[in-house]
Every structure is written in C-alpha cells, then in structure tokens.
C-alpha cells in the first residue's frame, strides 16, 4: 500500500517509477477516486452537522411549545441523504482500496527499467565453475540413477510436480536446512521461528500476496491458506503492533515446507526438482528502522551468499529489473547457482527490501524512543536457501563418472560422517 499524500503531491514520479516495471500510469485515477471520496466524505460531515443542528432545533421547539414538523421533516430527509452518502463512500473507499491492492511497490530509483529477466543487471559472480571429464547429467538422472528420487511414484499419489526422496538424499535435504539454519541463528543473529504453515486471509494480504496472487497459492475449504514460502509468517510477527525501537532490527528465520501452484508455469521446469508444488525452503525476515533497510539489505544477501560460499557453489548475483520483480519488493537482489547439469546459472535465493508496503498493509508499526508518535518499520526478506534447489546444486556439481555424488566437507557431521553417496 501507499501514502496517499505523496501520490497527490506528484503523481507523475509515481507514474515514472511504475514505469519501471512496465506498468501504465495510474496516479490520476487514484488522485480522481480519493478526490471524490474526500468530497463525499465533507458532504457526509456537512450532513450530519445539520442534523444534529436540526435534532437540537427539534427540542429547543417542543421546549417551547412550538410546532417542530418542518424540523422533524428536514430530520427525516436528512438521514436518507447521509445514508446516500455513506453508502456512496462506502463504494468510493472499497473502490480506492481495491485499486491501491492490487498495486505493486514502486522501485527504487537504482532499479533498472524492464519487464523480465533479459533487463536483469549482474552485479557480481563468484567461485569457479567445475569441470568434468564426462558428461554432466542434471539431477533427476542423478537422484533416480541412485534411487534415492521417484517422481513416478509421487505422481501416483499427488500428481505432477512432487517428489519422494528417500535414504541418503532425504537425509541429506535436512542436513542442508540444518546447516544453514546453525549459521544464520549462531553465526549471523537470526532467531529461529517455527511457525504455522496455514493462515488467515488477513495474514495473506498484509504480506502482498492477496488479492493478486490468489491463484498461485493453495486453499483449504474452511478459507485457511497454505504459506508460500515462511516469509508470509515471519513478516506477520510484526502486524497490528507497535514496537519499541529498542527491538528493531528484529532478524527471525525459519525452516519450513512451502506450497505453491505454479499458476502460468506450464511447460517450465516439468522434470526434476526446481519448480514443485511443495518444497522446503529456509526463510529469512528482518524488521528494521526505515534508516537502516538499505543496509540490511546488503547484510542479507551477505549471509545467503555465505551458504553457498561455505558449500564451494558458483554463483552470480543479479539486480533485477523493475518487471521481474516480486509485488512487495522495492530492490531484489537474486542469488543463481550454477547448474553444470544445465549449463546455465539458476536462481536460488531472492533477497528483498519491501520498504513500508508490507507495514502499511499489516499495520506494522514503532515508536522512537521518547516521541509520542508512530512509524511504519520496514521490512526484508530472503531465501537463506531454498533447500531443495540447493540439494539440486549439489549434485549437479559434486556428481562423479560412476554416479555417485560427493558430500562438502561442511555438510560431514550433519550427514553422519558419510562423505559420498553411492549407487546402490
């Protein structure tokens, strides 16, 4: 959501800025709507005024003993026309919501023009790329020539896009939340959060999926939805409250399945483990003072790009376009992996600074300290990483000629000392 009042006061930066994402203007349609509403809303404070004058006349009248009809009249006119009126604004309000909702965050000025991916600026690449000796395989040949992944079998009893790892690979998935999670909560900060995994609309809206996203997410018959990713949670922590700015940055992160329908993603990614209906992800959520986002920005992708530093995983980073980024974000910076398997780096963490938009909608507020007022925080988030595209990363680019793939040294004694995962 927006302040208003800076739409009103220039509308055309506003406009110039949606432009960055690709969109048409929209300002003078809101400035018109909250014009009209302002109206209806001091023509609805004038009618009241007059009846309750009226209401007043009626009994200084009937004190006197005088004849009140025309009064009682007037009254009685008058509450049809402040019904009108609220009804009216009502409809105004419901329509200026709706129109703000379904809105996205406004790029930041640094954030290149675009509409996708090919607009993306990198920004930084890291770690050698591996070579082989053999072909690489990409890692469902891998995963099912270890048989240690059956996609088949989680057709049979959930459909497309679910996958049942077992054995050494289902351990290893937990290991890398494992690790990942000990580094961002003793290395980096963060403090662990197990959270629910349904929501209530309310929940949903305030961190910008709803209403725009409804159908790229699962819903259950009794109206609770199934969490995209932990960021819809952990950013709730701070809605419709009021924190002391002693406790700002707050740094939480979680470990959890997210679910997700892939609405308009036919035919992308239809084998394989990197775009499924349910998969696990470590999450990653700071509330901060307004002051302080831009660098926690910088802080938080510093901490995703050490997961894969400490695994010895090329990567680059990427700035992405105004189009290509998510509804919430102002800034996203995402993290692509290198996928010998591919042959092409692919995304595996996307860090984001949505400024007020999610306070404003979740009523996330702080108060500094010795002033009477109230500010909206602002708020990041961040893959920390997704496990399963991490899991993927691995054994692409560990894999070995005979099959087997290769255990980092960090992930040792979260594997139980095994080092290498054979072919049965």
Not at 55 to 66: F, T
Not at 199 to 205: F, G, L, P, T
Not at 321 to 337: N, P, Q
Request: hydrophobic residues 40%; proline residues 4%.
């Amino acid at each position: 959501m927006f302040d208003l009042k800076i739409i009103r006061d220039d509308p055309l930066a506003f406009d110039r800025l949606r432009a960055k994402r690709g969109l048409a203007s929209l300002a003078d349609e809101i400035v018109e709507i909250d014009n009209r509403r302002r109206g209806l809303q001091t023509q609805l404070q004038e009618l009241q005024s007059r009846r309750n004058d009226a209401s007043r006349a009626i009994g200084q009248a009937k004190g006197r003993g005088e004849d009140a009809q025309e009064l009682i009249a007037e009254v009685a006119t008058l509450k049809d026309d402040i019904r009108a009126a609220e009804e009216a604004d009502r409809e105004t309000g419901e329509a200026l919501h709706n129109l703000l909702s379904g809105a996205p965050n406004l790029p930041e000025e640094e954030v290149p023009a675009g509409t996708d991916e090919a607009d993306n600026k990198e920004v930084k690449r890291w770690g050698e790329l591996p070579s082989f000796d053999f072909a690489p395989k990409e890692h469902f040949d891998i995963g099912e020539g270890l048989g240690l992944m059956d996609f088949e079998t989680a057709a049979r009893m959930s459909g497309a896009r679910f996958v049942v790892l077992t054995g050494a690979l289902a351990r290893l998935e937990r290991a890398l939340a494992q690790f990942m999670l000990d580094m961002h909560t003793e290395e980096f900060g963060y403090t662990e959060v197990s959270p629910p995994l349904l929501v209530r609309e309310q929940a949903a809206y305030g961190s910008g999926n709803l209403p725009k996203f409804a159908d790229d997410l699962f819903r259950t018959t009794d109206d609770y939805w199934l969490i995209p990713t932990s960021e819809m949670v952990l950013a709730n922590l701070a809605a419709d409250r009021i924190m002391d700015e002693d406790g700002l940055p707050l740094r939480v992160t979680a470990y959890t399945p997210c679910f997700r329908s892939e609405a308009g993603s036919a035919g992308k990614d239809t084998r394989g483990m990197i775009r499924l209906h349910q998969f696990t992800k470590v999450e990653l959520v700071s509330i901060t003072r307004p002051e302080e986002s831009a660098d926690e920005l910088d802080r938080m992708l510093g901490c995703a790009e050490s997961v894969l530093q400490r695994l010895g995983l090329a990567y680059r980073v990427v700035l992405l376009c105004g189009g290509d980024m998510g509804f919430s974000a102002k800034r996203t910076y995402d993290i692509e992996v290198w996928l010998p398997g591919q042959d092409s780096y692919r995304e595996i963490s996307s860090c984001s600074n949505c400024g007020d938009f999610q306070a404003r909608r979740m009523k996330a507020r702080f108060r500094r300290e010795g002033q009477k007022g109230t500010e909206f925080v602002h708020t990041l988030n961040g893959s920390g990483l997704a496990v399963g595209r991490c899991l993927v990363a691995l054994l692409e680019n560990y894999q070995q000629a005979d099959g087997s793939v290769d255990i980092p040294e960090v992930l040792h004694p979260y594997m139980g000392g095994i080092s290498r995962i054979e072919v049965a």
